[in-house]
């Protein structure tokens, strides 16, 4: 192919008509469905939390230790680190130790959620919008 050939050459493209517009790209899944909405988890984590404190302060001064270990179990269905409650466990100032696989039977199938291991140093909830500090 000469200089003059290469430069008038144009390939034919299969399709091209596809390249005339943007292409649309295909959302797949969508939005998850919360399995309850902020003001029941909420709820629920101030209910737990005042819970464990109740049982901690039923523990002797003598017997009771500097530091709480404390789990929290994630739903399966949001396992992904954009889910990892960060702001939960600072305003709670909690230290998030390590976390782990936590395997599960629910409607006779085998499901996969995640354990996080957090301490805290003589426990108090530190969150104002709990209001569970005592």
Not at 13 to 23: A, D, S, T
Request: hydrophobic content about 30%.
């Amino acid at each position: 192919m000469t200089d003059k050939q290469k430069r008038d050459y144009l390939p034919i493209l299969g399709n091209g008509e596809q390249m005339i517009e943007p292409i649309k790209k295909k959302m797949r899944g969508g939005e998850k469905p919360y399995p309850r909405s902020y003001d029941e988890a909420k709820n629920r984590i101030k209910r737990q939390l005042e819970e464990i404190q109740g049982h901690i302060k039923e523990i002797p001064e003598e017997n009771r230790m500097d530091e709480i270990v404390l789990t929290l179990r994630l739903n399966e269905d949001f396992l992904a680190k954009t889910y990892i409650p960060d702001t939960f466990f600072k305003k709670t100032r909690f230290e998030n130790i390590g976390s782990r696989r936590w395997v599960f039977e629910k409607d006779s199938k085998m499901k996969y959620s995640k354990m996080h291991f957090v301490i805290k140093s003589k426990f108090v909830c530190k969150f104002p919008q709990l209001d569970c500090a005592t």
